[in-house]
């Protein structure tokens, strides 16, 4: 815990040196200010609160780590800033909660029936997704700053000395580690591990991509996604804190004060690259490549070349906390609490609606019968129907 008391020192320190940064508004007591109204004639998608649960426990709405909601058979589970694991049903009321040692700040994953979920004491849970039952627990070397990845086999994470882990699901036991170098300031928002034909693409907080085998976790390439530069840690973060997406096996990632960059799944050679300060994951639909940058402009992006095909400047200044898609739009959260529908072909924003004056700190997550779930920068859960005009 001693590197996580020094990170949170050295950005203390170099707030009160730099200004000007996409980083310092999240640190300020300036409120986000509301975004323009809709042109005339756009507003086709209107959104409506179906229910609403404050939820228990502390909630703070973080830079670059967005609080996920894991959604399995009829459930949803989350875990709180207190050290809360919580299962709730579709509607909303809780069926069961566990305490953790330490707090999970990226949240639970659910997969065959298991909640997986770390904490920043360094520890990994698994608890039976129906009533809460600890099937084990494990203690890794650091925070855990990544949710789990489940694949066939394997549990990933990434903590925050740099290293990947791969744990067996039965028990917890370590398969393998694999480790990097880090920066001595970093987002404390790292990229989820993506698999790919037995391969785990993973990105670091010193601005590389790497590839490492599932099966053993020995290196198949690298790659710089950002390189550092300037004369000061504040200047110098590249953590790749967005996911690796895939299309058709070129595997695109963006890091932060770097670029979004595709490269080959197989080889690690750079097809294309383009100059892009991104820290949400991108969002593959319609075949195109949806980003938003740390600026808060969103793009839509050929894959397979890298050029812009348009870009809304409209949200510039709004801080994006997340983004998505659900039926047929494309959808975006920010700090202000606002969500907004955009038409994927054109890039206008169709509806927008101030779900909370707490901001929103999660992904919108896509359910069936046009229902969305949020989470607020304050510990309420929404349920929110989207409906077309």
Partial sequence: MKQAWLARLATASAL??????????????????????????????????????RLYGDWELEPYQVTR?????????????????????????????????????????????????????GKVYAFT???????????????VLTPVTVTAGHLLVQTVDGRLWSLDPKDGKVQWTFSMNQPTLTLRGLATPLVRDGVV????????LVAVSLASGAELWRAPV??????????????????????HNEIIAGAYQGNLAAYGGRSGTQDWSRPMSIYQTPVIFHDHLFVADAQGRISAIDPASGTVLWRNDSLTGHYITGLGACD?????????GYLYAIDPKGGHRIGQEQVS?????????????HQILLMSGAGTLYRVKLEKR
């Fill in 16 to 53: 009160t040196l730099l200004s000007g940064c996409g980083v310092l508004s999240w640190f300020t007591s300036t409120p986000p200010k509301a975004p323009p109204p809709l042109a005339k004639g756009e507003h086709k998608v209107s959104f409506s609160t179906q229910w609403q649960a």
């Fill in 69 to 121: 909601i894991a959604v399995g058979h009829g459930q949803i589970v989350l875990a709180d800033g207190s050290g809360h694991l919580m299962n709730l049903s579709e509607g909303g009321r809780q069926r069961w909660m566990r305490r953790l040692d330490g707090h999970s700040p990226r949240g639970p994953s659910v997969a065959d029936g298991v909640v997986y979920v770390g904490t920043d004491a």
């Fill in 129 to 143: 997704e129906t009533d809460g039952h600890k099937k084990w627990e494990v203690q890794l070397s650091s925070e």
């Fill in 201 to 208: 693409y993973e990105g670091f907080a010193d601005g590389n």
């Fill in 226 to 247: 950002a390189i550092a530069h300037g004369d000061n840690e504040l200047a110098r973060m590249v953590d790749v804190a967005a996911s690796p997406v895939d299309w």
């Fill in 328 to 336: 047929g739009d494309l959808l975006a959260t920010d700090s202000g």
């Fill in 357 to 369: 004056s707490s901001g929103i700190q999660s992904t919108p997550v896509c359910l069936p019968d």
